[in-house]
């Protein structure tokens, strides 16, 4: 007799006591409704999001282009908006989009901060999570591993069962393997109905292009089915190591409440405190500090500016600034807003390089707390996490600077340097100025340096995998 | 001795020696070591930015001080000096960090319109803000249930199951009391893991003793006199350990997890916030039309507020500060109601967030906690019109300056408004906690009728 032979009735008879379970279909329902109200209230929301997002983007625009005649320079302090919009997949999995500021203003001089985010303007009460379908995937699906096999091995040794089948020599490994691709093929509709939100999130977010999309549904789909496997591999590695359900239960609900709960946490905690971001006024008083080592952009005497007075005079072959051709303070304005705008990017980049190492730290946290891992390639996947956020500022910052210059171009040669600021630019120049349209982040880049959460999933599922396989019942 | 008291030190004794209640209130007071560790370092940081705004502010004024040795108009001084102001920091901001790490500590303003610089975000990382603090509020809240849950829900079944239910019951004079003092036990060795980290926390983190800390250590005990009720009922309704253990998981999963995520999805859909974004987007835009409209527009629309200057000169030159900042002005007034609504739609979505956390303990003891610590939106909204209110005295310092065309000097630095941050009670009714009263009445009236109706009548 083959050894793998009682392989496939052991696995049928699982699955089968498995599915008539009273509360299995109960459990498939909630499951399912959780989901469904996660992903429901979430696209409803997104939407919302997403639509006021525009509106106000027009409005912002119509506003633009119904200036009346104005100097160039008054518009550029004018200014305009960039509106972040919800993550490309944030009805599936909202990642941080809650805690992004959403309105960021854009004017001459200044790199500000988007401000409105909606966690500034809810209570701490609810900061244990927001139900999506992420949340349900990530938190939930678990715990419905655990219910459906906690007893799943424990069972045997309780009854004294085991005794019987080693007996009549079915070996360990068949079991463990039958138990679990009989768990398995009970988990395989939940894990439908997870694939159909997936992709149903996808559908209802809808943004970015279809092959894109497709990619981002194949890397939360992958690092769901590792991350669920993992926890079938423990549930029944742990049920058989316990001679009781009720052991196995208690320190299955301990681990999870450690692993989904405490930890992510007590990862956070620990990266803030090992890696402190500086405060808002430090790293503002820093940069302002920087800024005014530049000069005054507004005083053409400025002594920081006589080397491009020079080189200005030189260029155009005159002697004195009133001689030359085009408007000198738009040029010192130029100037000023290049240097100062390289200062903000470098401020910037360190911040968020700063913020990186804080979610790096997180990140290795997935290796003691494999959700970790999982929530972060979802939201990297689902364009919500850090990164995305960092590249929206990013973007508006090249918009903004390259929306200044070009309004200081039509100050240097449109504006005649006497009377400079009696003049006007007619209301049609301002039309033909471009939108704001960031670009979603490349799934490639979003998901650069994320091997360690693979590797930590993988682990994940290879520690309690090899475990089980090898493992010994306990005697009853 | 009292046998009750005698009772008492025997379970005591009982469970003291059980490696499994070491283990579980080891974990829980180690946990609660990093809480009050993580707490302290957040909130030192806040601190020490609060601290340093002086010198910033000092700094800034001096750099000014540099650049107009002479003097300069005082509109101009006005236009470059940003004024700090923070939202002070309680000593129980350490136990219950609340909104503190979304919320900024310090907003810096200046005469321009107030509604463009009041909501000016802090730094954060969202990725850490989003994963939530682990303060001792959060200990309290969300792990010291669970060890009560599992060190209690099996009182009965675990003798039950091993068949020596009846025989203890039977040696028991009062088998009711026997439940209770275990269950009492158990609540008491968790209360005072909690209560050690609080005087830990007190002692190291120097938290001072005022009413406001006394009524913060009251609120946990009663907290946990919910749950001790709550597991006090699983304990006696279950039959069997693999039943209390499910009933206990499914309460704690239900109230510590699932609730509040289904709460906050369900308010954030229900009340959504657009108003600071309206408010954004209109203030810069009345703001601006100030520049392309003739200025006796925007003092006409400016006078009916401060009349006192209504008789200042007219402005005949292309550009004056008092016009200047009566734009701004007018632009703030053209957004007071879209401002109103902004504060009043968090206050709906606050009152929301309430009524539901009724059904949810540990999303309403998160609330008391940070009622207490002022850590929570009505305490950030109150310092909203606190700076508000600052920006008013800076109008009150520089405006008479500013509409009688003065200078100001270096040396007239000093006579600047500061921000003095407001005392402000805490507000705690004890009415506000009446769902948590409510709910162990409700829970100890059915644990006292199912224990009935398990040993019967009390014997004796």
Redesign the interface.
């Known amino acids: 007799m083959s050894p793998m032979r009682p392989f496939l009735p052991i696995a049928r008879a699982e699955w089968r006591l498995l599915v008539r379970r009273r509360g299995y279909a109960t459990l498939l329902v909630a499951f399912t409704v ?1 989901l469904g ?2 992903l429901g ?2 696209a ?2 997104q939407g ?2 997403r639509a ?1 997002q525009a509106s ?1 983007q027009k ?2 625009r119509d ?1 633009w282009d119904h200036q ?1 005649d ?1 100097h160039p320079h ?1 518009v550029a ?3 305009t ?1 960039a ?1 972040k919009a919800p993550g490309a997949l944030a009805a599936f999995d909202p ?2 989009d ?6 960021l ?1 854009l004017e001459a001089h200044r790199q ?21 379908p992420a ?1 349900v995937l990530q ?2 699906l678990p ?1 419905v591993v655990i219910i459906l096999g906690y007893r799943c091995m424990a069972r045997e040794t309780e009854s004294g069962r085991l005794r019987l089948l080693l007996g009549q020599g079915v070996s360990m490994r068949v079991l463990a393997l039958g138990k679990t691709a009989g768990l398995g093929l009970g988990l395989v509709p939940f894990l439908a109905v997870a694939g159909a939100a997936l992709i149903a999130g996808v559908f209802l977010s809808a943004s970015g292009e279809a092959s894109a999309l497709f990619s981002r549904i194949a890397v939360i789909g992958a690092a769901l089915l590792l991350y669920a496997i993992g926890w079938l591999a423990l549930t029944l590695w742990i049920s058989a190591r316990s001679n ?3 052991t196995a ?2 320190i299955l ?2 681990v999870w ?1 450690a692993t989904c ?2 930890l ?10 090992r890696h ?10 820093r940069l ?1 500090d920087e800024v ?1 080592r530049l000069g005054d952009s507004h005083n053409p005497d400025d002594s920081t500016f006589t080397a491009l007075r020079r080189e200005t005079l030189a260029r155009h072959g005159v002697t004195k600034i009133e001689d030359l051709p085009v408007n000198y303070s738009a040029v010192v304005m130029q100037r000023s807003e290049e240097l100062s705008s390289g200062l903000f990017a470098r401020h910037y980049d360190e ?1 968020t390089a700063a ?1 990186e190492r ?2 790096t730290l ?1 990140r290795r946290a997935a290796f003691v707390a494999p959700i970790l891992g999982f929530s972060a390639l979802s939201a990297a996947a689902s364009g919500t ?2 990164r995305s ?1 960092a590249a929206f500022q990013r973007e508006a910052e090249s918009f903004r600077y390259a929306f200044v210059q070009r309004l200081n171009d039509l100050h240097r040669d449109e504006i005649r340097q006497q009377d400079d ?2 003049q006007r630019l007619g209301a049609g120049t301002w039309r033909e100025f471009p939108d704001f349209h960031p670009s979603a982040l490349s799934l490639k880049s979003a998901l650069a340096g994320s091997a360690g959460s693979w590797f930590a999933l993988a682990l994940w599922v290879l520690i309690p995998g090899v475990a089980l396989v090898r493992t010994r019942f306990r005697r009853a | 001795m009292n046998p009750t008291l005698s009772l008492f030190i025997w379970e005591t004794r009982r469970l003291l020696r059980t490696p499994a209640a070491w283990i579980a209130l080891g974990s829980l007071l180690i946990a609660g070591l990093f809480a009050l560790g993580s707490g302290a370092a957040k909130i030192s940081r806040q601190e020490k930015e609060i601290g340093q705004l002086a010198a910033q502010h000092a700094a800034g004024l001096q750099r000014l001080a540099g650049h107009f040795h002479d003097g300069t108009h005082a509109g101009e001084i006005a236009y470059y000096t940003f004024f700090p102001s923070h939202q002070p920091l309680t000593d129980l901001a350490r136990f219950s960090i609340g909104l503190r790490d979304v919320a900024p500590s310090a907003v810096w303003v200046r005469l321009l319109g107030i509604e463009a610089q009041l909501y000016e975000a802090g730094i954060g990382n969202p990725t850490l803000q989003a994963l939530g603090h682990f303060d001792l509020a959060f200990l309290v809240c969300a792990l010291a249930p669970l060890v009560l849950l599992m060190l209690a829900h099996d009182l009965l079944t675990r003798e039950q199951q091993q068949g020596i239910l009846t025989l203890v019951s039977a040696q028991a004079r009062w088998p009711h009391r026997l439940f209770l003092v275990r269950l009492l036990v158990r609540a008491l060795a968790v209360g005072a893991v909690c209560t050690a980290l609080f005087a830990v926390g007190c002692a190291t983190l120097r938290v001072s003793l005022d009413p406001a800390a006394w009524g913060w250590l009251a609120d946990l005990w009663l907290y946990l006199a919910w749950w001790t009720a709550a597991a006090g009922l699983i304990a006696v309704a279950c039959r069997s350990v693999s039943a209390s253990l499910t009933a206990a998981a499914t309460t704690w999963i239900a109230t510590v997890v699932l609730l509040p995520a289904i709460f906050n999805l369900a308010v954030v859909a229900a009340y959504p916030v657009s108003e600071g974004l309206e408010l954004t987007v209109r203030q810069r835009q009345e703001v601006h039309a100030g520049w392309d409209k003739p200025k006796e527009q925007t003092f006409a629309r400016f006078f009916p507020g401060r009349p006192e200057w209504k008789d200042t000169a007219p402005v005949t030159t292309r550009f004056a500060y008092k016009w200047y900042y009566a734009m701004h002005e007018v632009g703030d007034l053209s957004v007071a109601r879209e401002a109103t609504a902004y504060r009043e739609r968090l206050l709906a979505r606050q009152a929301a967030i309430e009524r539901l956390a009724w059904l949810a303990p540990p999303a309403f003891g998160q609330i008391l906690f940070s009622r207490r610590a002022q850590t929570d939106l009505d305490a950030h909204l109150d310092h909203l019109a606190h700076v508000r209110a600052f920006h008013e005295r800076l109008k009150g310092f520089f405006y008479p300056l500013v509409f009688a065309e003065q200078n100001l000097k270096p040396a007239d630095f000093s006579r600047l408004p500061s921000f003095v941050p407001a005392v402000r009670e805490a507000h705690s009714s004890t009415g506000g906690r009446l769902p948590l009263f409510a709910g162990i009445v409700v829970l100890a009236a059915f644990t006292r009728r199912k224990l009935h109706a398990r040993f019967g009548a009390a014997r004796a």
């Open positions: 959780l109200i996660g209230l979430g409803l929301r919302r999001e006021q106000y409005l912002v506003q009346p104005r008054r302090h004018y200014g908006f509106f990642g941080v809650s805690y992004a500021g959403r309105v203003f500000n901060s988007a401000n409105f985010a909606e966690a500034g303007a809810l209570s701490s009460a609810f900061r244990l999570g927001e139900l999506s949340f938190t939930l715990l009781a359900g009720a239960l208690a609900a301990a409440a709960v405490v992510p946490r007590g990862a956070a905690a620990w990266a803030d405190a402190p971001l500086p405060t808002k006024s430090e790293f503002t008083a302002q005014h911040l913020m804080q979610n997180v996490d850090l956020v600021k009696l």
